[in-house]
């Protein structure tokens, strides 16, 4: 196993195997992935500080088996800031985990060293001692059911968009870096945001029948465009803004404008790789940094 030692931020890290190939139709290495994590690090960093982060580990590339991991590894360095938070009702059955904090560049490289190629969060914060604090950002994720797409996905989030303006709340686009979109609300801490976005959702079912649907069931779903406010159950995360998705080729849950979200044609018009997403945050900057600001009350 061929590995480099390098310095990041003052930290110590071996990388290894680093001309791995993890996305075998694209030939994207786990090299290119570290260094897409470090290069993408100023704008992603402040949306998944202080949230407690769920890795998705693709250890042989994303044609191979994947791990969704929460609790910290016993590798884990000792200058990797960890949570101990509680886990009612989880898998493992134990009562709490060891949440890793991306805090800092060391912290994403190790990460990206691991093949953590996906990165979830949830829509809360952690105190500096081990507080969670009320949800302070509401998520709807459109996810489209075939034979529907994200063209359709980008119709229903105009709507939900124009619902969401007339309560108060702007609303903030990224693709989900697969099929959907997710729609975003930075809002004054609540504990209502499940019970608000479950409302908006059914609200927007009864407006347009024919193209939404709120409910989870799969048979509901065909040519509709699921409106999932699900996610906001604070034992929920979704993939973080910014991150890589496992996909055939290295796409990225990648900020959008309402312009493109109004002009979106064809699913093509809204598939960003990793070396776009760069590119789009040199001509933009970040397009989601409105969500690092205190969001108005719920109605």
Not at 22 to 42: C, M, N, Q
Not at 278 to 288: A, P
Request: aromatic share 6%; proline share 9%; with cysteine.
């Amino acid at each position: 196993m061929s590995k480099v030692r390098v310095d990041v931020d003052g930290r110590a890290l071996s990388l290894s195997n680093l001309d791995k190939v993890l996305y075998s139709g694209h030939g994207f290495a786990k090299g290119e992935v570290i260094d897409y994590y470090t290069r993408i690090a100023p704008v992603l960093l402040p949306h998944v500080r202080d949230r407690p982060a769920t890795r998705k580990r693709y250890p042989d590339g994303v044609d191979g088996p994947s791990f969704f991991e929460k609790n910290a590894p016993s590798h884990t360095p000792d200058w990797v800031r960890t949570m101990n938070l509680p886990t009612p009702g989880s898998s493992t059955g134990r009562e709490s985990l060891d949440f890793v904090m991306i805090d800092d560049l060391p912290t994403l490289v190790w990460l990206a060293n691991l093949a953590a190629l996906e990165l979830h969060v949830p829509q809360w914060r952690v105190g500096p001692r081990g507080k969670a604090h009320r949800p302070d950002l509401m998520v709807f994720d459109l996810d489209p059911g075939a034979p529907a797409t994200i063209v359709d996905a980008c119709r229903v989030a105009c709507a939900l968009r124009d619902l969401l303006d007339d309560d108060g709340l702007p609303s903030y686009p990224k693709t989900s870096g697969k099929k959907g979109l997710h729609l975003y609300v930075p809002v004054r801490e609540s504990d209502r945001t499940s019970e608000y976005a479950k409302e908006a959702a059914q609200r927007l079912e009864a407006a347009d029948p024919d193209r939404v649907v709120s409910r989870m069931e799969k048979r509901l779903r065909k040519g509709k465009v699921l409106v999932d406010w699900s996610q906001n159950n604070p034992a929920k995360t979704t993939v973080a803004p910014y991150s890589l998705r496992a996909a055939e080729e290295p796409t990225v849950s990648a900020p959008v404008t309402w312009e493109e979200v109004e002009g979106c044609d064809r699913p093509a018009d809204l598939v960003f790789r990793a070396d776009d997403v760069l590119t789009r945050v040199e001509g933009h900057g970040d397009l989601l940094a409105p969500l690092l600001e205190q969001g108005p009350p719920l109605p």
